[in-house]
C-alpha cells in the first residue's frame, strides 16, 4: 500500500451565516414571514399483520383484474379465429364448384 502525504483539511470557503432565534434572513435582501399559527404533523405507524394482509389482498385483487382482462382480450379473438378459420375452409371447398374451366 502506497503512503500518500497528508494534505491539511481544506478551509470552507465561505464563512457560516449565524441568524439568531426569531429572525429571519434572506440573502436576496426580502423579508420571510413565517406563519406559526399552523402546525403539520405526519404520522408514520408501523404495518402490523392486518395491515400486511390487507395489502396483499389488494395486490391480488389489481392482479386478478388485470388476468381478467387479458383473459376476456384472449377469449374474444378465439370466436373471430375461428370464424376466419371456416370462412377459409369453406371457400376451399366451394373454389372448385364455381372455377370456370372448359371441361
Do not use: N
Amino acid at each position: 500500500m502506497t503512503d500518500q502525504p497528508k494534505q491539511p483539511p481544506e478551509r470552507p470557503r465561505f464563512e457560516p451565516e449565524i441568524i439568531p432565534p426569531g429572525e429571519t434572513h434572506d440573502p436576496r435582501g426580502t423579508r420571510v414571514f413565517i406563519d406559526q399559527t399552523t402546525t403539520e404533523h405526519v404520522f408514520v405507524g408501523k404495518v402490523g399483520p392486518f395491515g400486511l394482509f390487507l395489502m396483499a389482498l389488494a395486490i391480488g385483487a389489481v392482479i386478478a383484474v388485470i388476468l381478467v382482462l387479458l383473459l376476456g382480450a384472449f377469449l374474444l379473438w378465439i370466436p373471430i379465429v375461428g370464424l376466419l378459420i371456416a370462412a377459409g375452409l369453406v371457400a376451399g371447398v366451394l373454389r372448385p364448384l364455381f372455377s370456370r374451366s372448359g371441361s
